[in-house]
């Protein structure tokens, strides 16, 4: 696929005087398309009424959810043009035909409208006669199929011009929500050709594939990833090359640990600094200059007792659930005016190892599951400085074994890094043609 032609658009916008065009509420359109509110659409018989799910006593509830059965699909289900049908809540064909509204076919166009809005997707091939919705989303049916298309209106609900729509509508609520009623108000741009429709659809529908294409092959890189983490990790696959025993170690036989106490707080007559911060080590293995380090300052004592230097590990020390504690992450950046904040604690070796090796090798699947049992807490779960200590790792002795797997898993990382900037490649390219596309400003043969 080629990128869109930055030039081309731009004598477009030098030329909207030409005949073809007329003046809309969203800018120039072409003479043939025309705005239309949802509700022109349903009154013309161009779609039925739409409906989202049951309310009040009828919405089913977790004690109606079976393990396999009628999917029941929440927002949170409907995401990056995809409707998650092995993942969702299931109820059973009883509990449903308890049921009075909400029944989405296959072919239907999925919106969301509650929580997270403005997400859409259109319900597949399904083993069901129906799935059922909540009234977080509402389907969109075509009944003249030879007025409107309905990849076509699933774009436009993904369109800029629509989304902006769903935001104007949805202000002033406390939770993002667009109701039946108000939804029937916003307003599609439609060409009145339904080739044209279905060719805009079909050349949307190429980049479509190739994201999702490009979205399994990084979950493929990152199955992959784990299964080599597990098997270099325990050593149960070894590096050519490599014999020696590895050994197990206590965490606090590798250096000191140590707390914080820089909170997030400017004071005039201290020194400003940078500080790392609990989600920094969360989200990332590495902690270098592409942080986004938040400024605060620090006292002169704080500045020389909690700082970081390369090859410092950070840890985060407490979290919600036993299971999502621990996590790390390596220092590569060596700043004094770089501090980490009091949720973190900070391990700063008096052995020497593989800093590469120990982005890994920290967040190791044997080592959490440690961090998890020691956890202890009710509301929030916390680890000691001694949990850390006791804690256990293997390790190769040789330190060039460290450097190789260190190497071999940062690789497959950059590799999948590389794919996700391919991916948002795809996505912007994808958006830039809808721009062009849904608006007519670019026209296709048809």
């Known amino acids: 696929m080629q ?9 477009f916008k030098k030329d909207f005087g030409l005949s073809g065009y007329k003046k809309s509420e969203f800018g120039f359109i072409p003479k043939d ?7 022109e659409l349903i009154n013309e018989n161009i779609i039925e009424k739409p409906m989202d799910g049951n309310h009040g006593n009828l919405h089913p509830t977790s004690q109606d959810y ?4 009628i999917p029941f699909l929440l927002a949170s289900d409907v995401e990056n043009d995809r409707i998650d049908l092995n993942n969702c809540k299931f109820i059973s064909q009883e509990t449903s035909k308890k049921l009075q ?3 989405a076919k296959e072919g239907d166009v999925l919106l969301t409208h509650k929580g997270s809005v403005g997400n859409s997707a259109i319900v597949p091939k399904i083993s069901t006669e129906y799935v059922v919705l909540t ?10 199929k030879e007025r409107l298309n309905n990849h076509f209106l699933k774009n436009i609900f993904q369109s800029n011009y629509f989304q902006k729509q769903l935001k104007i509508v949805g202000k002033g609520a406390t939770r993002d929500y667009i109701g039946i009623v108000a939804q029937r108000q916003l307003k599609v741009i439609l060409p009145k050709n339904i080739e044209e429709q279905q060719k805009i659809a079909s050349i949307l529908s190429t980049w479509d594939k190739a994201i999702e294409l490009k979205e399994k092959l990084i979950e493929q890189k990152k199955q992959q990833k784990k299964g080599l983490m597990q098997k270099l990790l325990t050593g149960e696959v070894r590096l050519p090359g490599f014999e020696e025993e590895w050994e197990e170690v206590k965490l606090g036989e590798l250096g000191d640990f140590k ?11 201290d020194i400003e600094i940078l500080l790392v911060n609990y989600m920094d080590v969360y989200r990332n293995r590495l902690i270098d200059n592409t942080i986004d380090f938040m400024k605060v300052t620090a006292t002169k004592k704080q500045i020389e007792t909690f700082n970081v230097q390369y090859g410092d590990v950070l840890f985060t020390p407490s979290s919600e659930t036993p299971d999502d504690i621990g996590h790390s992450a390596v220092v590569k950046v060596d700043s004094a005016k770089i501090l980490y904040s009091y949720h973190l604690v900070r391990l700063r070796f008096k052995r020497e190892m593989d800093v590469d090796f120990k982005a890994y090798v920290f967040n190791s699947s044997n080592l959490l599951r440690e961090f998890s049992k020691r956890a202890t807490g009710a509301t929030r779960y916390t680890l000691s400085l001694s949990d850390f200590k006791e804690s256990t790792i293997r390790i190769p002795k040789d330190i060039t074994e460290q450097k190789a797997i260190g190497t071999v898993l940062l690789n497959s990382e950059r590799e999948i890094r590389l794919l996700k900037k391919e991916l948002e490649m795809l996505k912007q390219q994808k958006k830039g043609l809808m721009q062009l596309l849904l608006t007519g400003k670019v026209r296709v043969k048809v």
């Open 3 to 11: 990128p869109i032609d930055i030039k081309k658009i731009q004598s």
């Open 33 to 39: 398309w025309e705005v239309i509110k949802i509700e």
């Open 66 to 69: 079976v393990e396999k059965g």
């Open 101 to 103: 509204k909400g029944f």
């Open 135 to 144: 009234p977080q989303v509402t389907y969109y049916r075509i009944k003249n």
């Open 259 to 269: 707390t914080s106490s820089v909170d997030k707080k400017v004071n005039k007559n």
